[in-house]
């Protein structure tokens, strides 16, 4: 079976992001850079459906050139191949992005074969659309379900279907797809593995496509400006450690009524 | 005219009516660009649902319509069918603003409309203002941690509500919304998206509405190190929630997590204990009305942002805070 897992190269922020003096982007010189969380349990899906069912998995990303290196962790974790589709770096709207990753999935399956399953992070890190994944499903004419949580990537799908939940707070929604599919995962997925050293080194040779994005140009959603929002201003009381710490914690939860 | 797609819920007096973030997307709708050509409510009808009832709540949130829209397929909920069946009442309303809270079915669904339509939708919407055709809105990224102003420039505007971005309030003096069947025709293939069937999964407290959190990171070390912290939250009613550190070194499973990949908590009280309170885990715990944090390193994050701060190492100041309580 072939799957494809679209990625998204964004920076790893600490307590604070901070954005450029134009406000225009996310000052990222100082940050370093990772996929989205829930791309990272994709990844982890897509390599573990082939190493229990065979076949070939491919990672993709749309980005600049800088995002080659998520596409190179991709392949350490155990990802067969990796496909830059690049763009200028700027911030590309959901339905622009969608556009260019439609074109390039069906140049890939020109090329290599359908794929059965097309895996999206449920939402990126960063910009937090929550759409693309369905924009680009709906344009190949193929199922999605987002949020999933729990794959049964088990011997269903040689039967042409896959089986997946998604959580509900207290209960569990089950859906059959039929293949080919998409879905747009969350974090939770799995526990996504530390690449080997065996893997890193394969992932520094690895041969990683590179072509143009297709491009339609801007979409009805712009950005005007990225702003942090206000702080939150709390003075600190510093309680004690020690006894009379827990005198006061005791005293702090008796006047917030969580004790009576 | 402006569209609300809506979701019901059952109240524990089991009286059928909209869910909050419903209530609140239909209060933000009231005052958007366009609202004087009317309002309408749009619910799925899955058979069980009290049409009548809940188009009675939305007509006191506003809906001066409801649309129920009907079809065999919607006894079982399907994004593409739900997603298909919007972008009817779309047409049919002929309607120029589509909204939905931006809850995992209202975002799903708004964005299936959105790829149906090849329009653009804009997700986490908090504000809109409006001087002409094009709209600019303050949305949401990175989970709350970074506001971006955004344009909008379409025919039909689509957007999602973050949810509590605004407060649900009804109309003083609301009137009895007129209630409009309608039957939509779908494409029966698109039944493969439809659930095939629920599991009830978990009958314990649920993280999100928990009234006190007792959180656990880095600083806990181990597995065996969230048996402390599971006693004080047993002790106050409350339920543990743990960072992305906890889960990526399998000290508690992913349901657990509190972040913006996890869980958004949003107790009285959040005790955090060994957590550094890095973007990623702070995005799903800001709307904690009261912090406390343990941690012996006084610069960290999370430390800045308690209300309330212990200087001190969690594996002792936990179980002398749990002996304390016991002994009162």
Known sequence: MRILVCVKRVPIPGARIPVTADGMAVDDALLGHTMSPHEECAVEGAVQLVEAHGGESVVLTLGSADADEQLRYAVSMGVDKGVLVETDGGDWDPQRTATALVAAIRTLEDEGGPFDLVLFGNESADAGGFQVGIRVATALGRPIVQGIKDVEFGGEVADGSVRVQRPTGSASERYELPLPACLGVREGLNLPRYPTMRGRLQARRAEVASTAAHDVGPGGQSLLALQSPPEQVSTTEIVGAGPEGVDRVIEVLTELKVLS | ?328
């Open chain 2, 1 to 328: 005219m402006i569209l609300v797609l809506c979701e019901a819920t059952t109240t524990e007096e089991g009286d059928e009516v909209l869910a909050v973030p419903s209530r609140q997307a239909l209060t933000l709708a009231r005052d958007l660009p366009g609202a004087s050509a009317g309002v309408a409510a749009v619910v799925v009808d899955d058979g069980e649902v009290d049409v009548d009832e809940v188009a009675e709540d939305a007509g006191r949130y506003g809906a001066e319509l409801v649309y129920s829209l009907e079809h065999d397929l919607f006894a079982r909920y399907g994004p593409e069918t739900w997603g298909a069946a919007l972008v009817a009442a779309i047409s049919e309303a002929g309607a120029t603003v589509v909204v939905a809270a931006g809850t995992d079915r209202g975002g799903e669904v708004l964005a299936h409309a959105a790829a149906r339509l090849d329009l653009p939708l804009v997700a986490n919407v908090t504000e809109v203002r409006s001087d002409g055709e094009a709209w600019d809105l303050e949305r949401v990224r990175w989970g709350g941690s970074l506001l971006e102003s955004a344009r909008l420039e379409s025919d039909c505007k689509l957007v999602s509500m973050l949810p509590h971005a605004v407060d649900a309030v009804a109309l003083d003096e609301p009137e009895e919304p007129e209630l409009v069947e309608f039957e939509v025709e779908l494409d029966e293939s698109l039944a493969r998206s439809c659930v095939v069937d629920e599991v009830v999964t978990s009958t314990g407290m649920s993280l999100a509405t928990a009234p006190v959190v007792v959180g656990g990171g880095r600083g806990v070390g181990s597995a065996e190190g969230f048996a402390q912290l599971e006693q004080l939250a047993r002790l106050l009613g409350g339920a543990v929630g743990c960072s992305r550190v906890a889960t990526n070194n399998g000290w508690r499973p992913h349901r657990d997590q509190v972040g913006q990949t996890g869980t958004a908590i949003a107790p009285t009280v959040y005790i955090a204990c060994g957590i550094s309170g890095a973007i990623q885990h702070w995005s799903g715990a800001r709307s904690a009305k009261h912090v406390l944090a343990i941690n012996t390193d006084p610069e960290a994050n999370m430390v800045q942002k308690a209300n309330w701060a212990v200087i001190g190492d969690l594996h002792q100041f936990v179980p002398a805070l749990v002996e304390a309580i016991r002994a009162r």
